[in-house]
C-alpha cells in the first residue's frame, strides 16, 4: 500500500494580512520473504509521515513585513515480524512455560533460531517516531539603501525508539560444537550437524535480551540579522550575523548514561591493588597501578539531567559582496561560518546498563553434560537489567563508552570569489575560487590502548615483544568480576598497562579534528533557445583532514587525504527538443496523424564523471616506492587493481602486532574506481485537446551500462588482495511511465 496526500487552504483576512495551513499524509505499508506462510518467516515494514504547517504573513507598511510560521513532522519507521507470531506461544515448541511466561506477550515473537549451514528464522522489530517542532518570526524592513531582514528561530527534535526484536524473545543458536567429532577438533561436515543440534535439544550457543526504549530529545534557539546594502549602482554588499545555541540532549526518564568519572573510587580497588602487588609487571609499579575512573548517570549523584553541558559560543558572522564591473561582468565574493548540531541530529543516548543480556550457556564441561537444553534453555532464569544501581560499577570488567562532558560544535569557514561573463549566444561562463576550513570536529578516541611507548617501531614483526606483552599473568580482579571481560585466573600483560586495566574497552569523543578544502569551479550554461540547453560543470578540488588517529595513544589526528576527496568531477546535462512537427523548423506541414507522431518529442541527459576514492592500506609492513603501487589506467582490472608486488609484506605469520603505525590512512595517488555515468530519457508530448495531454516518458538510468566498481580488497593477507569483487553502482535500468495532464 502507497499512499501520499497534502491538502492546503488559504486566505486573505484583509489587503495586509494573510494566512495559510497544510496538512500532508503518507504511507508506505509492505511486506516481505513470507517464504512460509508462517510465524517463523516474513517481515511487516510501514513509513508512516504526518505534517502540518501553519503560516502568518502581515504587512506593516509597503517596506515592513512579519511571516510567522510553525511547523509540525512526525515520521515513523516500524517493522515487525509476520503477524502471525504476534504473544507467540513458546510452549507450542516444546519449550517450557516459565520461560514462556517470562517473556511479556506484548513483545513475544517466534524466537530468532540460527542453524549452521542454513538461513536463520526472522529477527527485527522496531517502533521508531521522529517529530521535528519549529517556530520561525521573521521581519523584512526595506530602509533607503538597506534591506534588512531579521528574526528568531526554535525547533524541537524528538526520537522515541522500542527496538527489541526477536532476540527479546530468545536467540537460540545451533551450531557444530556438540555434533562433530570422533574428537572435539574435528572439521564439522559441509551441512547438517547444526540441524542435528537441533534434533537433539542441544543448542550451542544464544541469549534473551531485556532492552530498553528511550524517548530523546534536543532543541535550537537561534536569532539572526542580515543587512542587504546597494552602496552603488556597481556595488551591492550583505552583512549578517547568526547565532545559535543547541540544548544538550535529555531523555524523558533518565534512562542513560551520562560520562565517565575518571577518578571515582571502585569499592573493588583495595582487593585489586593488593592482589596486583604480589605480582605487578615492572613498568607499572605496585603503587601507581590504578583502579579509577567509573560510568556516570543522568540525574544521579548530582548529575544534571543534561548528556552534556551545553556550547553556548556558535557566532557565525556573513559577509558578501557583488561587484558589476561591466554591463556582462559581475565579480562576488563571500565569507561565512557555519556550524555543525551536537543533539539528536548527531547521535542517540547511551543507555549501558539499562539493556541485560542472559546468554544461553549449554554446558560448563565442554559437552560432557548440559545444563541448558531446549527442555530449559535458561534454567537460572532471566536477569533483569539493573540501571543505574550499580553507579560506578556499572559495566565494569567490559568495554564501555561515554559522552564527551563538554563537547564542542563542529563549524566549517567557507570563502569565495568568482567572476561571471555573459558570452554571445546566451551563454553565461562563471569560474571560480572555494575554500573550506572544518575545525573541532567530533573524532573518536580510544583511551585504552597499549600507551605507545611500549609499541614496537622497528618496523617488522617484533616476535619477542609481542611474545612478552601477550603473556599471561595473574589476573589481579579475579574473582571479584564474574561474568565479564576480566573473569579468568589470568590476563595478558598489555592489558595491565592500559590506563583503565578494569576495563577491557574504553571510548568516547574529542572535538580535535579539522580539515581544508581548496577547489576551483567553472561552469557554462547555454539559456533555453533554439530549442536546446545545455550545462556543463568541472570542479578541481583538493580534500584534506585530520580526524583519525594512527595509534590510540597518539597526541592529535594524523593529517590524510580525505576519503571525500575527488580531485576531478566534470557533470553535463542537456535538454533538446527535437524540430519535428507543428511549429518545428521540419515536418511542419504534415497530415494529423503523422503529426501526432512526430511533434512533441525531448531528449534529456546528465553526464558524471568523477576520480576515485583514496583508499589506504591499514598498518602493514612495506618495503618498496609508493609511487610502483598504482597501475597505469590500461594495465587496471578487477583482478589486478593495483601492483600487489610493488614491496608489501604479505605473510601472515610476519604481521605487525604490538607495533606502532606510521603508515598513512589514505594514499593520494592510489584510488578505487571512479564514476562515469550517463542517464538518458526521452520524453513525447501529445496533446489530446485545448485541456488535455498525455505524457509518455522513457529513461534510461546508466544508459551504457558502465560498471562502478567497490574499492579493491586491501588486507594484505587475503587471497584476495588487490582484487575487486563487488561494485557499488547499478547495472542498466529502464524505466517507461505514462501520465495525463489537464
Known amino acids: 500500500t502507497y499512499y501520499t496526500h497534502t491538502f492546503r487552504l488559504d486566505h486573505n483576512l484583509s489587503e495586509k494580512h494573510r494566512i495559510f495551513g497544510r496538512v500532508n499524509v503518507y504511507k508506505r505499508d509492505s511486506h516481505y520473504n513470507d517464504w512460509f506462510k508462517s510465524a517463523a518467516t516474513g517481515q511487516w515494514f510501514q513509513f508512516l509521515s504526518r505534517g502540518a504547517s501553519l503560516d502568518d504573513v502581515y504587512s506593516f507598511s509597503p517596506t515592513f513585513i512579519m511571516n510567522l510560521r510553525y511547523g509540525y513532522n512526525r515520521f515513523i519507521r516500524t517493522y515487525d515480524t509476520n503477524p502471525k507470531g504476534y504473544g507467540f506461544d ?8 516459565t520461560y514462556n511466561n517470562a517473556i511479556d506477550a506484548t513483545i513475544r515473537r517466534f524466537p530468532y533460531i540460527t542453524i549452521s549451514d542454513y538461513s536463520g528464522s526472522y529477527n527485527g522489530t522496531l517502533w521508531r517516531p521522529t517529530e521535528t517542532h519549529s517556530f520561525t518570526s521573521a521581519f523584512d524592513k526595506v530602509q533607503g539603501a538597506h534591506s534588512l531582514k531579521f528574526g528568531m528561530e526554535y525547533r524541537a527534535y524528538r526520537e522515541n525508539q522500542y527496538n527489541y526484536d526477536n532476540v527479546s524473545t530468545g536467540n537460540l543458536d545451533f551450531g557444530t560444537t556438540y555434533t562433530r567429532g570422533p574428537l572435539d577438533n574435528s572439521p564439522a561436515a559441509p551441512i547438517g550437524q ?38 552603488t549602482s556597481k556595488l551591492s554588499l550583505t552583512l549578517g550575523l547568526r547565532y545559535e545555541v543547541e540544548g544538550p540532549l535529555t531523555e524523558r526518564f533518565n534512562r542513560s548514561i551520562r560520562g565517565l568519572d575518571f577518578n571515582a573510587a571502585l569499592p573493588i580497588e583495595a582487593q585489586v591493588k593488593a592482589n596486583y602487588a604480589r605480582n605487578p609487571t615492572p613498568e607499572v609499579p605496585a603503587d601507581q597501578f590504578r583502579v579509577r575512573g567509573g560510568l556516570t548517570f543522568v540525574d544521579v549523584g548530582g548529575y544534571p539531567r543534561t548528556l ?21 561582468t559581475v565579480v562576488r565574493g563571500g565569507y561565512g561560518v557555519f556550524f555543525g548540531f551536537l543533539g539528536t541530529r548527531r547521535g542517540d543516548i547511551d543507555q549501558t546498563g539499562f539493556s541485560q543480556r542472559t546468554n544461553l550457556i549449554p554446558s560448563l564441561d565442554g ?16 536477569q533483569e537489567p539493573l540501571g543505574a544501581s550499580l553507579g560506578t560499577m556499572t559495566y565494569v570488567g567490559q568495554g564501555i563508552s561515554f559522552f564527551n562532558a563538554k563537547p564542542l560544535a563542529p563549524y566549517m569557514q567557507r570563502w569565495q570569489l568568482s567572476i561571471q561573463r555573459e558570452l554571445p549566444h546566451r551563454i553565461v561562463l562563471d569560474a571560480g575560487y572555494v575554500g573550506n576550513r572544518g575545525a573541532k570536529i567530533e573524532t573518536s578516541r580510544a583511551l585504552n590502548g597499549t600507551p605507545v611507548q611500549y609499541l614496537s617501531r622497528t618496523g617488522v614483526r617484533d616476535q619477542p615483544l609481542i611474545d612478552y606483552l601477550s603473556t599471561n599473568m595473574p589476573n589481579p580482579f579475579y574473582p571479584l568480576l564474574p561474568g565479564t571481560g576480566r573473569a579468568g585466573t589470568l590476563i595478558g600483560r598489555a592489558s595491565l598497562l592500559t590506563a583503565y586495566p578494569h576495563f577491557t574497552s574504553l571510548g568516547t569523543t574529542t572535538n580535535e579534528g579539522y580539515s581544508w578544502y581548496h577547489s576551483f569551479q567553472v561552469k557554462a550554461d547555454k539559456r533555453f533557445s533554439a530549442g536546446y540547453t545545455i550545462g556543463v560543470a568541472y570542479t578541481w578540488s ?10 590510540d595513544g597518539d597526541p592529535a589526528p594524523a593529517k590524510a587525504v580525505s576519503d571525500q576527496d575527488y580531485p576531478h568531477r566534470l557533470s553535463l546535462s542537456w535538454i533538446w527538443e527535437l524540430p519535428f512537427g507543428r511549429g518545428r523548423k521540419l515536418l511542419a506541414n504534415v497530415n494529423p496523424v503523422a503529426a501526432a507522431i512526430v511533434s512533441g518529442w525531448q531528449v534529456q541527459g546528465l553526464y558524471a564523471g568523477q576520480t576515485g576514492q583514496a583508499i589506504g592500506f591499514g598498518n602493514v609492513i612495506f618495503r618498496g616506492n609508493l609511487k610502483d603501487i598504482p597501475l597505469p589506467k590500461d594495465q587496471r582490472t578487477p583482478d589486478r587493481w593495483f601492483n600487489i608486488d610493488a614491496g608489501f609484506e604479505r605473510d601472515s605469520a610476519r604481521q605487525l602486532s604490538y607495533a606502532a603505525r606510521v603508515m598513512s590512512l589514505r594514499f593520494n595517488g592510489i584510488r578505487g574506481d571512479g564514476i562515469n555515468n550517463w542517464d538518458v530519457s526521452v520524453l513525447k508530448d501529445t496533446k489530446i485537446n485545448e485541456r488535455m495531454k498525455a505524457q509518455f516518458r522513457a529513461e534510461f538510468l546508466n544508459a551504457f551500462n558502465h560498471v562502478l566498481f567497490s574499492n579493491p580488497n586491501t588486507s594484505v593477507t587475503s587471497t584476495a588482495f588487490g582484487t575487486i569483487t563487488s561494485e557499488k553502482g547499478y547495472p542498466r535500468r529502464i524505466q517507461m511511465g505514462i501520465k495525463f495532464i489537464y
Do not use: C, H
Request: charge should be neutral; avoid cysteine.
Open 90 to 97: 513458546l510452549t507450542t515448541l516444546g519449550l517450557p512455560a
Open 194 to 231: 547444526g540441524l542435528a543440534s537441533m534434533l537433539l535439544g542441544l543448542p550451542t550457543g544464544g541469549y534473551v535480551e531485556r532492552r530498553a526504549n528511550y524517548a530523546e530529545q534536543s532543541t535550537v534557539w537561534s536569532v539572526y540579522f542580515q543587512d542587504d546594502w546597494k552602496l
Open 308 to 328: 552534556w553541558e551545553r556550547d553556548a559560543n556558535n557566532f557565525m558572522p556573513r559577509i558578501g559582496f557583488a561587484y558589476t564591473a561591466t554591463p556582462k
Open 367 to 382: 559437552g560432557l553434560t548440559f545444563v541448558a537444553t531446549l527442555a530449559n534453555p535458561f534454567p537460572s532464569g532471566i
Open 542 to 551: 583538493k580534500f584534506m583532514e585530520a580526524t583519525g588517529f594512527l595509534n
